[in-house]
Each structure stands twice: as C-alpha cells, then as structure tokens.
C-alpha cells in the first residue's frame, strides 16, 4: 500500500478555509468596533467581506467540494455518507446565512445602532457554524480523503483546486480574490490576531 503523502489539494482547501477564518473574525471585530462607536473603515469594507464569501468560499470552494472531494470520496467508501450530507446541506445553508447577514447588515444601515445585536447575533452564530464546518472537514474528511482516494483521484482533485495550474491559465478568478481578501486584512489588521 502507498503510504500517505501530502497533497497539494489538501493545502489549497485548508489555506482557503484559514483565509474564510479570517474574514470572519474581521466581520465580527469590525461589528465590535461598532458597538464601541470606534473608528471603523466604513461599511463598504464590510460588504467586501460579505461579497467576497458569495463569490470565493460559496461559488468556488464549496461547489468544488461538493463536486470532487466528496463525489470521489463517495466512489471509494460509503462510509461516511452522513458526514458528507451533513456537509452539503451546510453548504446549502451557509448561503442562506449569509443572505440573511446582509439583510441584517442592511438593517443596521437604516435603522443604526437598535438593529446592531441582531448583526452580531447572526455574525456570531455563522462564526461557530462555520468553525464546526471546518472542522468536520479538517478531522474527518481530509483524513479519510488520505486513506481511500487513489493517486488517479488526487490528480483530479489537484487540478480541480488549482494547485497544479498553469499560470497562465485560469488563474485571474484566483488573483482578484487573494487582492480582496489582502485588501480586507489589510483594512482590519487586528482581524488576523
Ligand atoms: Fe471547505
Ligand atoms: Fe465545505
């Protein structure tokens, strides 16, 4: 039997999880900043974060997921059907969540400062939804991805996250996303503490 080796799927899935990480705990610092009235960088940044989580985490990682790790993983073993249901229906919900952030988010603009613990009600719910997310996929699938998948899977996951691509290829979606999110962390530098 192969032993396991690193992989570089594996690296890209868990470098875009740490990345979501931390675009969350800006959101709720840049929410605690204005529960304190502190100076903060204005509500665009906010919105940043919130587009950037549509259109990175939730159009790009998670589909991804759905379609390669956990259909291979599907293929190899049925052993961890619930896992991967919980972990699709999460995906399909995190949408949502996000949706209603913004909606709260919205609120908070109209109606100031009465509006702002619903804000950080949702934010911190979607902050331990997300953590748990994270963590069944850290400790349980990517552990059993290195047990079952074969060398032909990780080829095809390798290249469906991106971590063999060509430069020249493809790579735009991937370079506008890495300036947002170092232009968020930037924004809220206390956010990567
Ligand atoms: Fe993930
Ligand atoms: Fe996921």
């Given at each position: 039997m192969q032993a396991p080796q690193p992989r570089s799927a594996v690296q890209v899935i868990m470098r875009e999880h740490q990345q979501l990480s931390t675009v969350i705990a800006g959101m709720q610092r840049f929410v605690e900043l204005l529960?304190?009235?502190?100076?903060?960088?204005?509500?665009?940044?906010?919105?940043?974060?919130?587009?950037?989580?549509?259109?990175?985490?939730?159009?790009?990682?998670?589909?991804?997921?759905?379609?390669?790790?956990?259909?291979?993983?599907?293929?190899?073993?049925?052993?961890?059907?619930?896992?991967?249901?919980?972990?699709?229906?999460?995906?399909?919900?995190?949408?949502?969540?996000?949706?209603?952030?913004?909606?709260?988010?919205?609120?908070?603009?109209?109606?100031?400062?009465?509006?702002?613990?619903?804000?950080?009600?949702?934010?911190?719910?979607?902050?331990?939804?997300?953590?748990?997310?994270?963590?069944?996929?850290?400790?349980?699938?990517?552990?059993?991805?290195?047990?079952?998948?074969t060398a032909e899977d990780w080829i095809e996951l390798d290249d469906a996250f991106g971590a063999n691509r060509d430069p020249f290829e493809g790579a735009k979606l991937d370079e506008d996303f890495e300036r947002l999110f170092s232009l968020i962390v930037q924004t809220i530098p206390e956010a990567q503490a």
């Amino acid at each position: 039997m192969q032993a396991p080796q690193p992989r570089s799927a594996v690296q890209v899935i868990m470098r875009e999880h740490q990345q979501l990480s931390t675009v969350i705990a800006g959101m709720q610092r840049f929410v605690e900043l204005l529960g304190a009235d502190a100076k903060t960088p204005g509500l665009m940044v906010f919105r940043a974060m919130l587009y950037y989580i549509r259109e990175y985490p939730e159009r790009v990682h998670h589909p991804k997921e759905n379609q390669y790790l956990f259909a291979r993983l599907w293929h190899r073993t049925r052993e961890l059907d619930p896992v991967i249901a919980d972990l699709e229906a999460q995906h399909a919900q995190g949408e949502a969540r996000i949706r209603d952030i913004e909606h709260a988010l919205t609120r908070y603009e109209l109606a100031g400062k009465s509006a702002l613990p619903d804000l950080r009600g949702m934010l911190d719910e979607y902050a331990a939804f997300y953590s748990n997310h994270r963590r069944l996929e850290e400790e349980i699938i990517l552990p059993a991805a290195r047990q079952w998948l074969t060398a032909e899977d990780w080829i095809e996951l390798d290249d469906a996250f991106g971590a063999n691509r060509d430069p020249f290829e493809g790579a735009k979606l991937d370079e506008d996303f890495e300036r947002l999110f170092s232009l968020i962390v930037q924004t809220i530098p206390e956010a990567q503490a």
